[in-house]
């Protein structure tokens, strides 16, 4: 029996291997940097080649997003599609789809997660879940908001300069200014970058992100993401952070940042990406 194909962008950060065994369907998006163009498929990419001042990033093409969404089509053979995008106040990727969607005509829901990295992919994987389970595509969008509203992500940067070249932070960079010296805990606060502390160092920065996500989520069931920029030993010591403050831990998830976004943060990155764990949703074995 066919069932429900859930579709999302790169940017979700989901470990490759789990976007093959669920079936989720990805939409490319691209890291420009230079004379040359990276298509970034999600695929557990590295960000190194890229994580240089000048990159520039865009969602994808009307031409790839109509690929993606009419094999997604042909494969729910009626059951419907379901597309999760990252924030559409950081990408083009939504209103892309949308459009596309709308031209189709074929059962296509189109979900604007307000978020990016795991806090969306966290939405993402509880839809194919529910996919997987025979779930219509109505239960399916509405199980992926319900984890989307209560999903947030908090980061960051050891260098404001990929921010600022990206044009991400303007607002911020001017908040800031270069004399200080202060470190921001970032946060995706309905899909837009705020700043939601200063401090001195980039450490000091790094060890209040676990405290702030469980602040966040209170004492609901968790899933949590830990996410860096070539800086894995940084990542590992604030995943034991997590397990601290987050005693009903459900799923612990340790891995890069997507690489469009790792691009716009810089070598040296950290984020916390925390969703709630739907109750009722059966636990993947």
């Not at 990929?162 to 606060?189: E, M």
């Not at 034991?240 to 799923?251: H, I, R």
């Amino acid at each position: 029996a066919m069932s429900v194909v859930v579709v999302t962008d790169a940017s979700a950060a989901i470990a490759p291997e789990r976007v093959a065994d669920m079936g989720i369907r990805i939409l490319p998006l691209h890291v420009l940097s230079g004379e040359s163009e990276y298509i970034d498929y999600g695929t557990g990419y590295q960000a190194d080649r890229f994580v240089k001042e000048g990159v520039t990033t865009s969602g994808p093409s009307v031409g790839e997003v109509r690929e993606v969404l009419a094999a997604a089509v042909a494969e729910a053979d009626g059951d419907g599609v379901v597309v999760i995008t990252m924030s559409s106040h950081l990408s083009s990727t939504y209103s892309t789809a949308v459009a596309q969607a709308a031209l189709m005509d074929a059962g296509i829901t189109v979900v604007d997660s307000r978020c990016i990295d795991m806090a969306m992919g966290f939405g993402v994987l509880e839809a194919a879940r529910l996919a997987r389970a025979g779930a219509s595509a109505d239960e399916v969008a509405e199980a992926a908001r319900q984890v989307l509203d209560g999903a947030e992500g908090f980061f960051c940067v050891a260098t404001l300069d990929h921010l600022r070249a990206g044009g991400r932070v303007s607002a911020l960079a001017k908040l800031l200014g270069g004399a200080l010296q202060i470190v921001p805990v970032l946060r995706l606060q309905d899909g837009r970058i705020v700043s939601e502390r200063k401090t001195r160092t980039v450490s000091r920065a790094r060890d209040q992100l676990a405290a702030l996500a469980s602040q966040h989520l209170g004492n609901r069931p968790a899933r949590v993401a830990v996410h860096h920029v070539e800086a894995p030993e940084a990542a590992e010591h604030v995943a034991a952070l997590v397990k601290e403050e987050f005693p009903q831990l459900q799923e612990l998830v340790i891995g890069p940042f997507g690489g469009t976004i790792a691009a716009h943060l810089g070598p040296g990155a950290v984020g916390v990406a925390v969703a709630p764990a739907l109750v009722d949703g059966a636990d993947p074995a």
